[in-house]
């Protein structure tokens, strides 16, 4: 179903009157061009704003569709949705360490290295392969797997965790939006709602791209 939208500036103001008295943890109906539901980890206002850089195309069917999902909510839907952020919050912080200590590792590998080419240089002709060889190094390569396998490995370990939260809340979210109970209560409160299955843009694609 295609709705029937106002100006840009209209659907705002009506977006924004809509989540009056509402903030984080709020259950939100269409986010995410691609997400039918979510739980606001910010206030509303930060969505509208960063709806308002969108290209002006999507902008008044994304705060059309924008709005508090005020019917009951699963509290199963709830807490895998709140998985979910943990998992993730976890997930970006280990990436950043990982990244980190990366920087940090391959910066004393190359150092290491540098000094080899500068002390072995003129005798060898910086021979890549007499270099790779040496046991300087050899040792400082161990040294740079050592201080960065456990960091990658604790954010491999928090991406799983977060893969597998996010399954689980789809699982729920689909189960939930297959009952008899919710498409009546949804048809009530968005009679308009362009959500296709998989977005509410017609044809999703890069064209469409919505964070």
Not at 74 to 84: G, H, K, V
Not at 88 to 112: C, S
Not at 170 to 195: G, K
Request: net charge negative; charged share 20%; with cysteine.
């Amino acid at each position: 179903m295609t709705p029937k939208l106002g100006t840009i500036e209209e659907e705002r103001a009506a977006c924004e009157k809509r989540w009056q008295g509402f903030g984080v943890g709020a259950v939100a109906h269409c986010c995410y061009h691609d997400q039918h539901f979510t739980v606001l980890a910010d206030a509303p206002q930060v969505r509208i704003e960063e709806l308002a850089m969108k290209p002006s195309e999507q902008q008044a069917i994304l705060l059309h569709l924008f709005g508090p999902y005020m019917a009951t909510v699963p509290d199963a839907l709830r807490q895998a949705e709140n998985s979910c952020q943990r998992t993730y919050a976890e997930y970006h912080q280990a990436q950043e360490d990982w990244f980190q200590v990366l920087e940090q590792a391959g910066a004393v590998y190359k150092q290491t290295a540098k000094i080899c080419l500068n002390v072995w240089g003129s005798l060898w002709q910086v021979d890549p392969i007499r270099l790779l060889n040496s046991d300087a190094i050899k040792q400082a390569l161990v040294k740079f797997e050592q201080t960065v396998n456990p960091a990658e490995a604790a954010y491999q370990k928090t991406k799983n965790s977060w893969e597998q939260a996010t399954a689980s809340f789809r699982r729920i979210s689909e189960a939930w939006q297959a009952s008899e109970e919710f498409i009546a209560e949804h048809n009530q409160l968005f009679p308009d709602c362009a959500w296709n299955g998989e977005s509410i843009f017609p044809k999703a694609g890069d064209d469409y791209y919505d964070l």
